[in-house]
């Protein structure tokens, strides 16, 4: 813990300060400069007026501090005018490292006027050229309260810079989130946004991919250990920031909670969006399932809409988790139009109602693309039981999923059947059960 200096009597050598050789601010100040434009990398490529504007303010600004801590003078004040002036750096777009690469390489100059100054006194030649130094207990005693202190310094004035940045940036970050959160609810809201946009600095693209996202509880989301809450809150700012980094940086146009949103994309960006889905996944720790729907900027609304509409038929459908493209589910959206085809196709599988196994049996083996050996993996059964389970169900319905025409029927059918049971459905997924599987 730093100590309490604001009432400490000022550190002295033979009677002299500590403090004498860094008096002259302003002649040292520019001296510093020159170095730094010399020896530091970040301060060589900034603009003439930032070195003899920023720098050469936070320069003097921080010497005046350590003066006053040296003294052992009340510092607060000057702490506070630090933290003013780094949070208009902050504002102006002062890189951070510049201002704490500038504070360190002060400090070893200063460091050394002081040391020098200290101990000039108390040099000795011996044996022709060598040289040592031979210090009274009193004057070691606060050669050694002088070192502690930099590193008082040096924590007092990094701190200053750093929670000014922190408190500039969220500030910032707060103000850009509300306006990219304010024009992207008029996108989908089909509001106008010419206003918007220009206030916000944010180019409104022709076309936009919009995709529709669901995301999982996380594990421990559950777990009566943890703070449920707090670690999906956790697992939103993992997605956000995956998002902005995939995004190379740029400010993301989505709403998004912890169980999914909406997010548009630019259909200009190159960008692959399966990788896309897969990163957030891995980010949420979670697989995310997602639909996507390309549009004119003035069609978001209705994109957005259908892009939910096809996530949902994803979800009732039970299909394996990832992206899919309104081409993936063309006929499955036509199938769910209301009206009497739907109704009949619904009831091709009613045979199956007093067989549940069978049913879910169907439903795992379309989902798995045929694929025998995973869904008897899904249902912990033999193969046979599946061939046979398979069997039954061409006996009970009159469709073979076997073959090309049955299998059409009985998918068709399963579409359907997930429109007649929206009430089930819903409550399913109130009670924080998710009917997808994960990708194989």
């Not at 002295?12 to 008096?23: C, E, R, V």
């Not at 050469?56 to 040296?70: F, G, N, P």
């Not at 004040?77 to 390489?105: F, S």
């Not at 180019?203 to 999982?216: G, W």
Request: charged share 20%.
């Amino acid at each position: 813990m730093k100590a309490d200096m604001s009432n400490s009597p000022g550190l002295t050598y033979s009677g002299t300060p500590f403090s004498t050789p860094l008096k002259d601010v302003r002649a040292l100040s520019r001296q510093m400069v020159g170095h730094f434009v010399e020896t530091v990398a970040p301060c060589r490529t900034l603009p003439g007026d930032a070195i003899h504007g920023d720098v050469t303010s936070i320069t003097r600004l921080c010497l005046e501090l350590a003066v006053s801590m040296l003294d052992g003078a009340d510092v607060p004040e000057k702490t506070r005018k630090l933290e003013d002036t780094a949070a208009q750096w902050a504002r102006e777009g002062v890189p951070i490292d510049t201002i704490h690469h500038a504070i360190h390489e002060g400090f070893r100059l200063g460091l050394d006027l002081v040391i020098t100054s200290a101990t000039n006194s108390y040099r000795r030649t011996i044996d022709g050229d060598e040289q040592m130094l031979a210090l009274r207990r009193d004057d070691y005693d606060n050669l050694v309260g002088a070192a502690k202190m930099v590193v008082d310094m040096l924590d007092t004035m990094t701190t200053a810079v750093s929670k000014a940045y922190v408190r500039e940036l969220r500030s910032v970050v707060s103000e850009h989130h509300t306006a990219v959160h304010t024009l992207t609810s008029a996108l989908l809201g089909g509001r106008p946004t010419s206003t918007m946009a220009r206030e916000s600095g944010i180019e409104i693209a022709e076309q936009y991919h919009v995709l529709a996202l669901a995301v999982p509880p996380h594990p421990e989301e559950n777990n009566p250990m943890l703070d449920g809450a707090v670690v999906a809150r956790r697992k939103l700012r993992r997605i956000q920031a995956a998002l902005a980094t995939s995004l190379n940086g740029d400010a993301p146009l989505s709403l998004l909670s912890v169980d999914g949103g909406t997010l548009l994309i630019p259909a200009t960006r190159e960008i692959d969006l399966d990788q896309l889905v897969d990163t957030l996944s891995q980010a949420a720790q979670v697989a995310i399932t997602a639909t996507v729907v390309t549009s004119d900027t003035h069609d978001i609304p209705a994109a957005a809409d259908r892009a939910h509409q096809l996530l949902d038929m994803v979800h009732r459908l039970r299909l394996v988790r990832g992206l899919y493209r309104f081409d993936d589910l063309a006929l499955e959206y036509q199938l769910t139009r209301p009206g009497p085809g739907r109704e009949h196709l619904g009831t091709l599988l009613d045979p199956l109602d007093p067989h549940p196994e069978l049913l879910d049996t169907l439903q795992r083996h379309i989902s798995n693309n045929l694929n025998r050996q995973r869904t008897a993996h899904a249902l912990h059964i033999h193969t046979n039981t599946v061939d046979y389970r398979l069997k039954r169900i061409a006996t009970l319905t009159g469709c073979d999923p076997t073959q090309a025409s049955g299998l059409w029927y009985l998918r068709s059918a399963l579409v359907a059947r997930s429109y007649r049971h929206t009430q089930s459905f819903t409550a399913e997924l109130a009670g924080g059960r998710t009917p997808l599987r994960d990708r194989a």
